[in-house]
């Protein structure tokens, strides 16, 4: 028996995909010229589908730092948090974080994925609920997957829907509610005043995850949580350093007396290696300078409502109706189009994700941008002539 | 075995997402004989959630691969409140 052989039907649907010169799943980027834009292939290529909204990849602090620490602690720690893996950095880097978020603790964890994994494995216990939107990020649902809890699924964004799940729990259990400041494939803002409202009506102690949020909502970039005025309702942060911040790592951040204790029971804390000192000096130069960026946060939201207006006003069918952040996707009728849209685009010289199931909710196909703050104007009208022209090569009907 | 009662009320939850006309019975599965993905299997169990106001968690589906079995399980939740 292959035990391989249980992915056949995988193989055969990648293969049907009518691809002709490129996959976006083996693009390979050989140069980067800068924020926002690679040579790809051997072309000039406009980056509109990556995560460093706030262009903070080349901040020249971060990278000063970076190479100060490799110099001076070398190229790894060789070891877990909890044994020969924490330096001066690490705690200096959660202190910043903690100062950043205006609460008492921090744990960075090596990655934004293992931080899901290890703080929902961890508080939710045998007895508990975990209870979750519908549309979480894999690392949400694998988290619960690892741990013990009793697991709840509500309607994305419905907090209606969400109430009416939490009536039906028992009133004394520990219950964990997860939510996400934004979704990275629509790239929808949560209604987090009215879930976590719920969330507290009903006795759930709350997490919020603000990997796609930190950055650019909220006056200091802390996330939606700010930006709506809602922080006093969170009892846990998750955030990534993978995204606004440009770099690699995980991070919780809570005010809960208890939470060192974490540090012993979170298994994706503890059983990895530590993030290299050259990571966590950029990571802690990174937040900041996104602290008191305040000029760049604006630029990024004029970018962002730029494209959606400038795509919609095409005729393309957008996902939101207006930009609630800087990822903006586009529908696409089927996979026949989005494949040959998506490919057609990459040899205009612009580098959008295309999202398929069962990363999209309801079997939708997708094409993503997400915007940076380092993008021009005038990049971002390119952007947009460049879908438009897309669109007529590929016979996609915007009118 | 579960009541015809439960069986019926689940068919008629199943029925708009049954595009291959596969017959409901207790037996069918939810994979192979209507095709339905993992997601869509997370949607309609909310939709059963709501119908028998119960609580069917995630933790329960991989055990989950037939009508019948989620028509048991509900009855034994529906049961137990």
Redesign the interface.
């Known amino acids: 028996m292959d035990l391989l052989d249980k992915f056949d039907s995988i193989v055969d649907l990648r293969a049907s995909l009518p691809f002709e010169k490129a996959d976006p799943f083996k693009v390979v980027i050989d140069e980067v010229i800068s924020e926002t834009e690679a040579v790809i292939s051997g072309r000039h290529t406009i980056l509109a589908g990556t995560n460093n909204y706030m262009g903070m990849t080349f901040n020249e602090e971060a990278l000063e730092a970076a190479k100060t620490a490799l110099d001076d602690f070398g190229t790894g720690t060789t070891g877990s948090r909890v044994l020969n893996g924490t330096y001066g950095g690490h705690k200096a880097l959660e202190a910043t974080i903690a100062d950043f978020y205006g609460m008492e603790h921090c744990m960075v964890f090596s990655t934004g994925y293992q931080a899901n994994l290890g703080m929902i494995s961890a508080l939710g216990g045998k007895d508990d609920y975990v209870i979750i939107d519908?549309d979480s990020h894999a690392s949400i649902y694998d988290g619960?997957s690892m741990g013990n809890a009793?697991?709840?699924?509500?309607?994305h964004n419905d907090a209606e829907?969400l109430e009416?799940?939490l009536k039906?729990?028992p009133e004394d259990a520990g219950k964990l509610l997860v939510v996400e400041g934004i979704y990275s494939m629509l790239g929808d803002a949560a209604p987090l005043k009215e879930l976590l409202e719920v969330g507290k009506k009903y006795g759930c102690m709350t997490l919020v995850d603000e990997a796609h949020s930190m950055g650019f909502s909220g006056e200091n970039g802390r996330g939606v949580a700010e930006e709506l005025g809602v922080e006093h309702m969170v009892d846990f942060y998750v955030g990534t350093f993978s995204k606004s911040v440009g770099t690699v790592g995980g991070f919780a951040v809570s005010s809960h007396p208890k939470f060192d204790v974490l540090r012993f029971v979170s298994r994706p804390y503890i059983f990895t290696a530590s993030l290299p000192p050259s990571v966590v000096a950029s990571a802690t130069k990174s937040i900041e300078a996104i602290r008191r960026s305040g000029n760049r946060r604006a630029h990024l939201w004029e970018n962002a409502r730029q494209l959606h207006t400038g795509l919609k006003k095409a005729g393309f069918n957008m996902c939101t109706d207006e930009a609630e952040s800087p990822i903006i996707a586009v529908h696409l009728p089927d996979v026949m189009i989005g494949t040959r849209f998506w490919e057609t685009l990459l040899f205009e010289g612009v580098y959008a994700n295309m999202a398929a199931?069962?990363a999209t909710?309801?079997?939708m196909f997708l094409l993503r941008i997400s915007v940076c703050a380092q993008h021009t104007s005038e990049q971002i009208s390119e952007i947009i002539a460049r879908f438009k022209r897309t669109a007529e090569i590929v016979g996609l009907n915007i009118d | 075995m579960a009541q015809a009662k439960t069986l019926e009320t689940i068919y008629g939850l199943i029925a708009p997402l049954n595009k291959k006309d596969a017959e409901l019975a207790p037996q069918t599965t939810f994979a192979v004989d209507l095709e339905l993905?993992?997601?869509t299997v997370?949607?309609l169990?909310?939709e059963i959630?709501?119908e028998f106001?119960?609580?069917l968690?995630?933790?329960m589906l991989p055990d989950l691969e037939t009508v019948g079995q989620v028509a048991d399980a509900v009855e034994k939740i529906v049961g137990e409140n």
């Open positions: 519908a619960c009793t697991i709840v699924r509500f309607k829907n009416r799940r039906r729990l199931p069962p909710p309801a079997g | 993905d993992s997601l997370m949607d169990v909310a959630e709501d106001d119960i609580v968690p995630l933790n």
